[in-house]
């Protein structure tokens, strides 16, 4: 018995040592739809973009946007990352329709005056095979020279992206499922992300967010393009603790056609 414990425990650990070496990048974080590995996002952009992706993704059962920053002291290190590997690990987007998108931000750090800061250096994207007849690289390109690398926002990483995800959630509602465009307002975004209170967060099962979007549902309410009942449902959560179950992706492959 003792013998058959011994060669169960070095079967786990050899397992565990390969599948560690198999991912040469980090596992997405619990959010999975926002990876702020760089730590250059403020809680509540976090957990409204999770909110808007997540809804998108379980409602329509197609789209996954999946964001993650890293961080990284010079261009040349940015060849260290490949987006098709990530896209490829992490696996967003319906498996039967690949329409999974992947947004790689990277970014560096400075001091000025004994303040550190960010910015942006590169901003990558990978689209899965689906979405490419709907998101086509002059498209991807021009929303990002237009949001990411323009002189905007006074350089605010979370406004940038923000207005990038709600550009970005309006085209592919039109495009893909026809429904109308909703305005949004980032000096609105900017006061309620700077007012909004941090909010500990466990990730045990009880999938809150889950819950409260399916009495949503059952009591038929009708949102629109969805993203705008999500910033409610964010809302929601900012009274207390918030407990969420680690999402993943829907297993979609990459299109091989990023920019």
């Known amino acids: 018995m003792k013998r058959l414990?011994?060669?169960l425990f070095i079967s786990a650990?050899?397992?565990l040592l390969v599948s560690c070496k198999q991912n040469k990048y980090p596992d997405p974080t619990f959010?999975?739809?926002?990876?702020?590995y760089?730590?250059?996002?403020?809680?509540?952009?976090?957990?409204?973009?999770?909110?808007?992706?997540?809804?998108?993704?379980?409602?329509?059962?197609?789209i996954q946007i999946v964001y993650a920053t890293f961080l990284v002291q010079d261009v040349s290190e940015i060849a260290?990352?490949?987006?098709?590997?990530?896209?490829?690990?992490?696996?967003?987007?319906?498996?039967?329709?690949?329409?999974?998108?992947?947004?790689?931000?990277?970014?560096?750090?400075?001091?000025d005056d004994g303040i550190t800061y960010q910015d942006i250096l590169e901003v990558q994207m990978e689209p899965g095979y689906g979405l490419e007849e709907y998101l086509t690289p002059t498209e991807m390109n021009m929303m990002r020279e237009n949001y990411f690398y323009a002189d905007i926002h006074y350089g605010i990483i979370d406004m940038k992206l923000m207005q990038f995800q709600y550009e970005l959630l309006n085209l592919l509602y039109d495009k893909v499922y026809?429904?109308?465009?909703?305005?949004?307002?980032?000096?609105?975004?900017?006061?309620?992300?700077?007012?909004?209170?941090?909010?500990?967060?466990d990730t045990g099962s009880t999938d809150i967010l889950g819950l409260i979007l399916s009495i949503l549902s059952i009591n038929g309410l009708n949102i629109g393009s969805?993203?705008?009942?999500?910033?409610?449902?964010?809302?929601?959560?900012?009274?207390?603790?918030?407990?969420?179950?680690?999402?993943?992706?829907?297993?979609?492959?990459?299109?091989?056609?990023?920019?």
């Not at 179950?245 to 056609?257: E, F, N, V």
């Open 5 to 7: 414990w011994k060669w």
């Open 13 to 15: 650990f050899s397992l």
């Open 31 to 36: 959010r999975y739809y926002v990876n702020d």
């Open 38 to 62: 760089a730590e250059s996002l403020m809680q509540y952009t976090e957990r409204l973009i999770t909110a808007q992706n997540r809804y998108l993704y379980e409602e329509y059962g197609d």
């Open 80 to 111: 260290d990352y490949d987006r098709v590997e990530i896209f490829e690990q992490w696996a967003p987007g319906n498996k039967d329709t690949d329409m999974g998108l992947l947004v790689l931000i990277f970014v560096n750090e400075y001091v």
């Open 178 to 201: 026809g429904e109308e465009p909703l305005p949004y307002d980032m000096d609105e975004f900017y006061d309620d992300m700077m007012d909004a209170p941090y909010v500990h967060e």
């Open 226 to 259: 969805g993203w705008g009942i999500a910033l409610i449902v964010v809302l929601l959560g900012f009274g207390g603790g918030f407990t969420v179950i680690k999402i993943r992706g829907g297993g979609g492959g990459s299109g091989g056609r990023g920019i």
